[in-house]
């Protein structure tokens, strides 16, 4: 048989990866693993009821401005972690009981429920999930009986939280996977998912409210996909283990029961082996774009339709393949086998103010269909919003077996530094030791009541090459989350013009802000510039 | 708990009930035993090639075969009214003769199968495997219950032995080793818009799917281009043409679709990783069929692997077809010549269109399961109950073959041409497998 002259190797014609012609080149960051000497040692360790999770927490409990870290340990303790570092230096922690080191944790997410200011902690666990109180300095204590918080008996794997239009009380919800008690038949048995939402208008959580139907769940996400003013929330779901599921989108609308977007509204059937969500307004037009893991190819998701009516119908079209995002298998090596992907987060490592994407990838358990080294992948955007990969080049491309991650600065130089949990081995620890990258500014939200950390709002910041935008969310990724400082690239602009549209959709005033600097913006005032120490 | 769940529950439940009953090597209650153990295991089976990514449709049908021959000759090995596939399937020696003295079949075939499964599915996730030994401990205790230690003992040895037999013959049948899920690292497009190119965004699907299946050596087929066909209408992008007419007419049925026939592409569309797959529908069918009819042990053993030759014969002889002609997807032609925004509501499949794998498969099954049951035999098929699609009902197999075909039509993945030819390839194949002798 005839046959094309021209070989279609399958990855290399997968993605137009580089950038293009008259472009600038790429910043490569330069990461340094500090694992050994950053005082890091905890393990993800498990068997099949851990398979998935594998959390880590990055959040501020002794108003230092620097963030400490929690980490789940699946059937071992969780542990937590004082950053004892100081501004731009090696990365160091110290362990330290906290109250928070409970055994069967899976995930982690940082919030303050009880809007006093100081951070608390949504446990996610294999039994009991426990909301922990914090005290200050770094103590936690169980508040699910003061809190009316129904911890239930699950395996719970995904975690979300959102304050509805007028509530003085947060509304929770988590994500819960398969029956663990079904060990012969577990397929079809997906467990529902849970709500939990303010009791009236009182100050504690009302008994939970199912979310079905439910279908495995490893993401959550409330994102205001449609800039309506009011999120709705996301779901990533494994299809491993659901009958009948896919992804799903549920509307929220205060006081009423959340429903399902249907293929009627606009909804398209989606089936993979969702893991984990990430999103960015990555095109610079207002609304996310949302990045779901799976195995082999993973997904980026923009909304489609025609200009003026996307915001009408949550039609998604995938864009993975022309961003060159697909990660769906190792860049290194001479495997032909897929990857599997884990956590993502957007967030821009060389400060060139466009977001990048970190994907954390690890073999289920020894899937032999699946690839045994699967490096994680650190993917820049360019100029023209293709991604290039760099996390061989960066120094990030371990191939431990990853879950859950996170980018955060964690040595207060403005810097994204990078931590990975692993399965079956110690987390890993980076720091970003670029020279060459960009400004940047980070910024602290706070306001008055319920919500004071403005879960819902969006930060815009005009730096280069243009606007960005930050939802302001807890959730999503996998098992990992985040609070305190929000990190913006600036490219070489040594100002930014930066505003927030608050939770209640109130415009704030744009405010000039200098470069390399951190601020705390309180509603209704001017940002203060902030410094260690 | 939902109805295939509980089915599966209610089945390992009647298993232990009846080996509570008392010893039974022999005689019907021996027989009901044996029967538990073989529909347990092919209930994990369909839905372990539902989750386990190395199982596209050619995978899942070969595996399906071999687990069929495994149990029928693991039967007709003490049994007075079946004759050994030896001989009469390609390159099958004769299985090891039974050693003297007693043996159970519930204890024999539950060795086997769980050996077999065990390295068939060996790719399978921890979740797979996890369960696979779940089942294997719950049904060996359940089979042994009651049988005397010596007879239990020499079972499984000859079990064991049985299935090692089955699976040195399956190793060299081209079929054995699938790597990066079947899509090639390097593949060359045959030149010319009548071929096939990728018709996804999936950076994995870039190669077409096991582009050397058709070259496996087939069951009971001479070999893979043994059911011929005739070449495809001839590729025109003229309007009036035969090519560009098949191609309206899919255009014109999709964007016009009945609800009814949107729920046929859907019923039959069966995608791999979110369904036992085309050939897993149809093993599903026949264990519907087995149970409706109250079908005995040789009965289920003897549909079971005749079935599953048929499906992995169709297979082979569909994938020689298709990567002979390379035919283009309706959704290239469609979106080239007709329309640029076409959908086709169904995801196209990775690989040449030509003929319709879901024709050629279910005419092959459907061939098989009427001369063993009947012409007008009407069943039920719940097949996808559990994934909320209504149980649709049919007079005949042959119906319901058609239907399957047609629906790839409805669904914008195939034109007319593949699936009747797909269906005639289909009966093709069966007539062979009709042809093999299982009874005595």
Not at chain 1, 17 to 22: D, F, I, S, T
Not at chain 1, 194 to 217: G, I, M, T, V
Not at chain 2, 99 to 119: R, S
Not at chain 2, 266 to 292: K, N
Request: charged share 20%; with cysteine.
């Amino acid at each position: 048989m005839l046959r094309f002259a021209i070989l279609l190797a399958v990855m290399g014609a997968v993605a137009p990866l580089r950038a293009a012609a008259g472009e600038p080149a790429l910043t490569v960051p330069r990461f340094v693993e500090e694992t050994a000497t950053s005082g890091i040692d905890n393990v993800y360790a498990g068997d099949w009821e851990y398979m998935a999770g594998g959390g880590v927490a990055a959040f501020d409990c002794n108003d230092d401005g620097f963030s400490d870290l929690l980490f789940a340990g699946g059937e071992d303790r969780a542990k937590f972690y004082r950053n004892a570092g100081a501004p731009g230096s090696a990365l160091r922690f110290e362990a330290q009981e906290s109250g928070l080191e409970l055994d069967r944790v899976t995930g982690t997410y940082p919030l303050d429920i009880d809007g006093d200011g100081i951070t608390d902690i949504m446990l996610l666990r294999v039994g009991e999930n426990v909301v922990m109180r914090g005290l200050g300095g770094c103590r936690f204590e169980r508040a699910n009986e003061a809190w009316g918080f129904d911890g239930g008996d699950a395996w719970s794997t995904a975690f979300a939280a959102t304050w509805e239009h007028g509530a003085r009380w947060p509304t929770l919800a988590v994500g819960n996977y398969i029956d663990r008690r079904e060990d012969a038949f577990p397929w079809g048995s997906c467990t529902d998912n849970w709500l939990h939402r303010p009791e009236n208008d009182r100050r504690r959580f009302a008994a939970p409210l199912a979310l079905k139907p439910s279908h495995c769940a490893l993401s959550m996400l409330f994102t205001d996909w449609n800039r309506s003013g009011t999120p709705d929330l996301r779901i990533s779901n494994d299809r491993e283990y659901y009958k009948g599921g896919q992804e799903q989108l549920w509307r929220f609308e205060a006081g009423r029961a959340p429903a399902l977007y249907t293929e009627a509204d606009g909804w398209k059937r989606l089936r993979i082996w969702g893991m984990g969500i990430a999103s960015s307004d990555l095109d610079r037009d207002g609304y996310p774009e949302y990045f779901l893991t799976s195995m082999a190819d993973n997904k980026l998701q923009a909304l489609s339709g025609a200009e003026g009516a996307r915001t009408a119908r949550p039609a998604y079209e995938d864009i993975a393949y022309a961003s060159g995002v697909t990660a769906h298998r190792p860049y290194l090596g001479d495997q032909v086998k897929p990857s599997t992907a884990w956590h993502a987060q957007f967030d821009d490592v060389n400060n060139d103010g466009r977001a990048d994407l970190f994907i954390a990838k690890g073999n289920v358990a020894e899937m032999p269909d699946f690839a045994a080294k699967d490096p994680n992948n650190l993917l820049l955007q360019s100029a023209a919003g293709s991604f290039q990969e760099a996390g061989d080049k960066a120094g990030v491309a371990s191939v431990a077996i990853a879950r859950g991650a996170l980018l955060a600065d964690l040595n207060l130089d403005g810097l994204l530094d990078l931590v990975v949990a692993n399965r079956w081995s110690k987390a890993q620890i980076w720091r970003n030791a670029s020279t060459d990258a960009g400004r940047w500014l980070q910024v602290k939200l706070r306001q008055d009541g319920a919500n004071r950390e403005a879960v819902g709002a969006w930060l815009e910041v005009k730096g280069e090459p243009g606007m960005t935008r930050r939802e302001i969310t807890v959730g999503g990724g996998h098992a990992s989350g985040q609070s305190g400082w929000w990190h913006a690239g600036l490219g070489d602009a040594r100002q930014a013009d930066v505003r927030v549209i608050w939770p209640d959709g109130t415009a704030g005033e744009w405010q000039r802000l200098e470069s390399n600097r951190f601020y705390v913006i309180e509603r209704g005032r001017p940002a203060r510039g902030w410094s260690p120490g | 708990m939902k109805a295939f769940r509980a089915g599966v529950a209610a089945l390992l439940i009647a298993v232990s009930a009846l080996c509570g009953a008392g010893s039974a090597m022999a005689g019907d209650l021996g027989d009901a035993r044996a029967q538990h153990v073989v529909r347990n295991w092919y209930r994990l089976m369909l839905e372990l090639v539902r989750h386990t990514p190395t199982y596209s449709p050619p995978v899942a049908s070969r595996s399906f075969a071999y687990v069929g021959v495994t149990a029928f000759e693991a039967v007709a090995g003490g049994s007075a009214q079946l004759q050994s596939l030896a001989g009469q399937l390609n390159g099958l020696a004769p299985a090891p003769q039974r050693p003297a003295g007693a043996h159970d079949d519930a204890v024999l075939l539950n060795a086997a199968l769980t050996q077999v499964m065990e390295n068939l599915f060996a790719n399978t996730g921890p979740t797979g495997q996890r369960a696979m030994t779940a089942f294997g401990e719950r049904l060996s205790a359940g089979a042994a219950a009651g049988v005397p230690d010596d007879v239990v003992a020499r079972s499984r040895t000859h079990g064991a032995a049985l299935a090692r037999h089955i699976l040195d013959w399956s190793e060299a049948d081209g079929g054995a080793v699938v790597e990066n899920m079947g899509f090639p690292a390097a593949y060359e497009l045959t030149p010319g818009p009548a071929h096939w190119v990728p018709t996804s965004r999936i950076a994995q699907q870039q190669t077409p799917l096991l582009p050397q299946w058709g070259e496996n050596r087939t069951l009971v087929m001479p070999d893979g281009a043994a059911c011929p066909l005739p070449a495809p209408p001839d590729y025109s992008e003229e309007p009036g043409s035969a090519f560009y007419d098949e191609a309206r007419e899919v255009y014109d049925t999709v964007n016009s679709l009945t609800d009814e026939q949107r729920a046929v592409a859907r019923f039959w569309s069966d995608d791999p990783m979110l369904s036992p797959t085309p050939p897993g529908h149809w093993l599903s069918i026949a264990l519907q069929v087995l149970e409706q009819s109250e079908a005995d042990l040789e009965r289920d053993v003897d549909v079971l692997a005749r079935v599953g030759v048929a499906l992995s014969d169709s297979f082979i002889a569909c994938w020689n077809a298709k990567y002979a002609f390379d035919l283009v997807r309706p959704v290239t032609y469609i979106r080239r010549v007709i329309d640029p925004q076409f959908e086709p509501p169904l995801i196209t499949p990775p690989f040449p269109e030509y003929p319709s794998g879901h024709s050629t498969q279910s005419a092959a099954a459907a061939s098989v399961l009427t001369d063993l049951f009947g012409a007008d035999v009407a069943f039920e098929d719940a097949t996808h109950a559990e994934d909320g699609l209504a149980p649709r009902s049919y007079a005949s197999f042959r119906e319901a073959a058609q239907e399957a075909g047609i629906s790839r039509l409805y669904g914008g993945i195939h034109f007319r041409a593949a699936v009747e030819r797909g269906l005639d390839q289909g009966r093709c194949v069966g007539r062979y497998v009709n042809a093999l002798r299982t009874r005595n």
